[in-house]
């Protein structure tokens, strides 16, 4: 019951940064945890860096010390700062909302915002 819209996606330089937002249709505050997945060409999809409602994060391997997930719950908005991007980074950026548990109760997905590093 909610809608999750990705932007600031795009193509840069290696080395830049980009800051993704997504905005969701109502209030993420009593949302368990929001995130971040991406998804480049053949390859599976993966944890980029999640927030729960409390504030604790959890990062990818890949991503750490280079992203940095935040979520401002007055603009129903999470973002990623990505910095210090490399071509390996390139893939499709979903944002995520969903509840605690393995089956949670609720999943929500974004349709996804491009991000292309090269040259």
């Known amino acids: 019951q909610v809608q999750l819209v990705e932007s600031g996606g795009g193509l840069v330089q290696p080395g830049g940064s980009l800051r993704l937002s997504c905005a969701a249709s109502?209030?993420?505050?009593?949302?368990?945890?929001m995130g971040w997945y991406r998804q480049a060409p053949g390859k599976q999809r993966e944890l980029v860096a999640a927030?729960?409602?409390?504030?604790?994060?959890n990062y990818g391997d890949s991503v750490k010390r280079r992203f940095t997930i935040s979520r401002d719950n007055a603009k129903n908005t999470v973002y990623l700062q990505m910095n210090s991007l490399n071509p390996e980074d390139t893939a499709v950026y979903y944002c995520?909302?969903?509840?605690?548990?393995?089956?949670?109760?609720?999943?929500?997905w974004g349709q996804g915002t491009q991000v292309t590093v090269s040259s």
């Open positions: 927030i729960t409602r409390g504030g604790s994060t």
């Open positions: 109502r209030s993420i505050f009593s949302i368990n945890a």
């Open positions: 995520n909302a969903r509840g605690p548990g393995r089956v949670p109760a609720y999943d929500y």
